[in-house]
């Protein structure tokens, strides 16, 4: 069966998951629980009838973008050394560990099985970006910065750089036709947007 990195299988860790919001409904107001009980749908149909196909679907989707995936890993790879400045981010941001924490969560980003759970993952390491900042330049003030567009894209993008997730067009494709439209709403399709816009500015980069 399917396996979590940690060795579980895939579908008692999404149970245990559900388990445990479950728990909290009675402190969840309407829409929420209308939220949770969706997600939960969403993600047991997820594991039913998607997981029957992944590997088919995800074959066939890596042969054909194997030619672009190649060109844009070789562009990743010879992007990688370049410092963070080389990407628009401002001395002032500049992550003394090289953004290390939030790199090794994105190479992680295929450890869930389902295109719901890697959304989720992609969520979490793009919060992290900001989380990370604000431990790292604590002693100079703790100023809080907003982290708009225009400052968190750039970061993203050397961490996608960095990070070089393994068949990245498949796996955008992938969270892009089958999460649900509402799980895309939000933070979800802020974020989806910014990988969208990181792989194509990785693309086109001289």
């Known amino acids: 069966g399917i396996t979590t990195s940690g060795g579980m299988p895939e579908a008692v860790k999404v149970l245990e998951k559900q388990k445990s919001s479950l728990c909290n409904l009675s402190v969840m107001s309407e829409d929420d629980q209308k939220t949770l009980f969706r997600q939960i749908l969403r993600r047991q149909v997820e594991i039913e009838v998607y997981m029957a196909c992944s590997q088919r679907v995800n074959n066939c989707m890596q042969e054909a973008f194997s030619e672009w995936e190649m060109a844009l890993q070789r562009q990743m790879l010879a992007l990688e050394t370049l410092p963070q400045t080389f990407f628009g981010i401002p001395v002032e941001m500049i992550s003394p560990s090289s953004w290390d924490e939030a790199v090794h969560k994105l190479k992680g980003i295929r450890?869930?099985?389902?295109?719901?759970?890697?959304?989720?993952?992609?969520?979490?390491?793009?919060?992290?970006?900001?989380?990370?900042h604000a431990q790292e330049h604590a002693k100079e003030g703790g100023c809080s910065v907003f982290f708009g567009a225009d400052v968190f894209l750039p970061i993203f993008i050397y961490v996608l750089v960095r990070a070089r997730p393994?068949?990245?067009?498949?796996?955008?494709?992938?969270?892009?036709?089958?999460?649900?439209?509402?799980?895309?709403?939000?933070?979800?399709?802020?974020?989806?947007?910014?990988?969208?816009?990181?792989?194509?500015?990785?693309?086109?980069?001289?």
């Open 111 to 132: 450890d869930p099985s389902l295109p719901h759970d890697r959304l989720a993952h992609l969520i979490e390491v793009c919060k992290l970006i900001p989380s990370l």
């Open 166 to 206: 393994p068949h990245l067009l498949t796996l955008h494709e992938e969270m892009l036709v089958y999460v649900d439209p509402e799980r895309k709403m939000g933070e979800g399709g802020y974020y989806l947007a910014s990988l969208e816009a990181a792989i194509s500015h990785v693309r086109e980069v001289d």
